[in-house]
């Protein structure tokens, strides 16, 4: 063979083999989608602190039912997901359930043990609970999302996956199913067993309305911000709101500083005057939000050009002394602010005098939320 057919084989050859490594990159770089079919074995915890548990291994769970939820303690989404994970915690953990929640973090403030320790208390988490603020745990099960389940069989592989809400039904009865093959005796068929009413609603997308995307404030992921010019990421600047703020979209009115997660105000006024303001369509509006040395901080809050209405108050509003709707802001958490009586487009304006308080994002209910418990 010539030198020059030589090489053209060499050559060839290489390009086939580089073809393979990239196509090999490729399937790799799919994640869980391709890499975790059903059955394939799960990832083992390894976490930064426990609660409610020593710190747990798929060795020590080996024969039980797992389910790993991953929730972050501001997500609206997990929230709403909450009932569920306490009554299957409730119903199943005596027949081989073990559910471990993974919180990992979405904002810096949500990486403090103690506000995680907090929000377990506060929505009645008994099951464990493992810190994961590097996501080392998010990273080794490929997740992509708030609220996520995976649940892995008795003999540590990864069987049923679910990301987002709803599908409640579903997932419960791969629970059982995932149950008796572990322990065939055992019998669900007990009125107690029954799935709730609304563990397999169906809503129909023609009736749920679209509501304004989730809303973050600072500078790092904002988007839709109306002040001309946009956010500075340097100072403290007084910004002038346009006439009018578009549907979607945010502006900021008075003296703020905006940070990479939030826009915070430092000064101290004696009438509440300076706001952020928001044109939004939902029924229900959500803010995650507190003040920076955790003592309770007032937010007024005005829709539509005026006091907001006792009948869309959310939980956490009160009234003062004046009868004026506010927010006491204290530990940085999700707020529940608004909750009109139906889906609707609006304009809402959070009024603040008080240095200290740190705004994040919004998030928003449609007219197909499920009801909750707010806590």
């Avoid at 079919?37 to 083992?44: E, F, L, M, S």
């Avoid at 710190?55 to 709403?80: M, S």
């Avoid at 600047?237 to 997660?261: C, Q, R, S």
């Amino acid at each position: 063979m010539r030198e020059s057919a030589v090489w053209e084989h060499i050559f060839a050859r290489v390009l086939v083999l580089l073809g393979v490594a990239l196509m090999v990159f490729a399937l790799w770089r799919g994640g869980y989608c391709d890499e975790l079919t059903p059955r394939t074995a799960a990832p083992d915890f390894h976490g930064e602190r426990w609660f409610n548990s020593p710190p747990l291994g798929l060795a020590q769970l080996h024969g039980k039912i797992v389910l790993v939820d991953f929730w972050e303690y501001t997500c609206i989404n997990c929230i709403r997901t909450f009932p569920y994970l306490r009554r299957w915690n409730e119903l199943y953990s005596p027949a081989g359930l073990v559910i471990i929640g993974v919180h990992t973090p979405e904002f810096a403030f949500a990486k403090n043990p103690a506000n995680v320790a907090n929000a377990i208390k506060r929505f009645g988490f008994s099951f464990p609970v493992v810190l994961d603020n590097n996501e080392t745990i998010w990273s080794a099960f490929h997740n992509a999302a708030w609220p996520a389940d995976f649940l892995i069989d008795k003999d540590g592989r990864i069987a049923y996956m679910h990301n987002g809400e709803g599908d409640y039904g579903d997932t419960e009865l791969e629970i059982r199913k995932l149950l008796k093959e572990a322990k065939p005796s055992l019998d669900f068929s007990s009125a107690r067993f029954a799935l709730p009413a609304d563990a397999n609603a169906d809503m129909d997308a023609a009736v749920c309305r679209r509501a304004t995307p989730e809303t973050y404030l600072g500078f790092a992921r904002g988007e839709n911000f109306a002040n001309p010019g946009g956010e500075d990421q340097t100072q403290e600047v007084h910004y002038i709101p346009p006439p009018m703020v578009p549907t979607d979209n945010f502006a900021l009115d008075g003296d703020w500083k905006a940070g990479d997660e939030f826009v915070r105000h430092m000064r101290s006024s004696a009438q509440p005057k300076d706001a952020v303001q928001l044109h939004y369509q939902a029924k229900a509006v959500y803010l995650v939000a507190g003040s920076d040395d955790g003592t309770p901080k007032a937010l007024y809050v005005m829709q539509d050009g005026k006091l907001l209405p006792p009948n869309s108050w959310g939980v956490d509003v009160k009234a003062d002394t004046q009868r004026a709707p506010y927010i006491a802001l204290g530990s940085k958490r999700m707020y529940y602010v608004v909750n009109n009586p139906e889906f609707g487009e609006h304009h809402l304006a959070l009024l603040t005098g008080s240095p200290g308080v740190s705004l994040y994002s919004f998030t928003f209910g449609n007219n197909c939320e499920t009801p909750f418990a707010h806590k």
